[in-house]
């Protein structure tokens, strides 16, 4: 780690997980860069809040951009920004697979790519994107939002061979329903209960229990920790 | 020489310099830098681009993307030497700069 504060970047931290997060590695040291379609609600956030939507590739270049003015590198990257889908694949109109799409996947892969761009100048940096204990469990009523987060694995898996030599790690935490998470509200509470109900654990995970698994794989001193991904509550 | 030139020539030294893997790696306009005969894998490859990528943007203000479909689909490959690699990079700086 660099003299400066280690410099971190979360997608998605206007509320939610992302929003917990920043304020934690914030108080941790970090000097933790966030971003969300719009301005904070709050004039003051615990991340330096660029405004960018990271499903437009032109946002994203411009968000790294930013970053690379202010810190001048990146050494954490996580990608939590997602949107959220909750019906049946035979009620689903198209135009739902192209907007989870877009930001779940396609937001994920710019920034990836774009965040990977920046680590491998320093020859070192560590990746995390968020996915979803939906994919192992195959919930009935996820088949986009699962299947969107089973193509962000399978990119984690992909990169981490692209990425190994530049001293870059990139893995995935996949996420039952979490604490103050807000995914039990948008996917339906029944759902989530009956998603819950399958796994070891038997309940939501906590923050603190995703942050226990981000340090572990930021913790890491080589990259053989990469190409995993880490299913909280045992999906 | 142009600034271009001396942008991607002191990039490539650079690179050179941080990644030993590749000694045949010289700052030469007829170095072949990747398919038959060339110097890089293909992972070198695209870390040089990204490296080039960063000078230009450091050295004259320029955001370009070099390996964007654009340069797969070019008739002759920007990638193949560094006289190519700079070429290719020329122009993306002018058409960045006339825009």
């Known amino acids: 780690m660099p003299d400066a504060p280690p410099v971190m970047l979360i997608t998605g931290t206007r509320r939610g997980i992302g929003r917990l997060l920043a304020g934690h590695y914030a108080t941790a040291g970090y000097r933790v860069f966030g971003c969300g379609r719009s301005a904070l609600d709050e004039s003051t956030g615990p991340a330096e809040h660029i405004v960018a939507d990271v499903g437009q590739e032109a946002d994203v270049a411009r968000m790294f951009g930013e970053v690379k003015k202010r810190a001048g590198r990146l050494d954490v990257l996580i990608c939590n920004a997602g949107v959220t889908s909750g019906n049946y694949l035979a009620l689903t109109p198209g135009e739902t697979i192209r907007r989870v799409l877009q930001t779940n996947f396609a937001g ?3 920034v990836v790519r774009d965040g990977l ?13 968020i996915s979803s204990a939906h994919v192992p469990l195959a919930t009935p009523g996820t088949a986009v939002y699962g299947a969107t987060k089973a193509a962000v694995e399978q990119m984690v898996r ?29 996917l339906g509470e029944k759902r989530i209960e009956a998603t819950m109900g399958q796994l070891p654990s038997k309940g939501h995970a ?10 572990f794989i930021i913790s890491a001193p080589g990259i053989s920790i990469t190409g995993q991904v880490i299913h909280l509550g045992g999906a | 020489m142009r600034e271009i030139d001396r942008v991607v020539y002191d990039a490539v030294e650079q690179f050179k310099n941080d990644h030993l893997e590749y000694p045949g790696l010289d700052a030469r306009e ?9 110097v890089l894998d293909s992972l070198g490859l695209v870390n040089l681009i990204v490296a080039v990528e960063e000078a230009i943007e450091a050295d004259l203000g320029v955001v370009v993307t070099i390996a964007d479909e654009h340069a797969l689909e070019a008739t002759e490959n920007p990638f193949r030497t560094i006289e190519a690699l700079t070429g290719y990079a020329a122009r993306l700086v002018s058409e960045a700069r006339g825009a």
Do not use: W
């Open chain 1, 108 to 110: 994920t892969f710019y």
């Open chain 2, 30 to 38: 007829d170095v072949v830098l990747f398919g038959e005969g060339g």
């Open chain 1, 158 to 186: 992909v990169v981490a061979r692209e990425a190994g030599p530049s001293g870059v790690s990139i893995n995935a935490v996949g996420l039952p329903a979490l604490d103050g998470g807000g995914m039990a509200e948008e």
């Open chain 1, 117 to 129: 761009k920046m680590m491998m100048r320093h020859r070192s940096g560590r990746i995390i994107c």
């Open chain 1, 206 to 215: 906590t923050i603190q229990e995703l942050i226990h698994a981000i340090d």
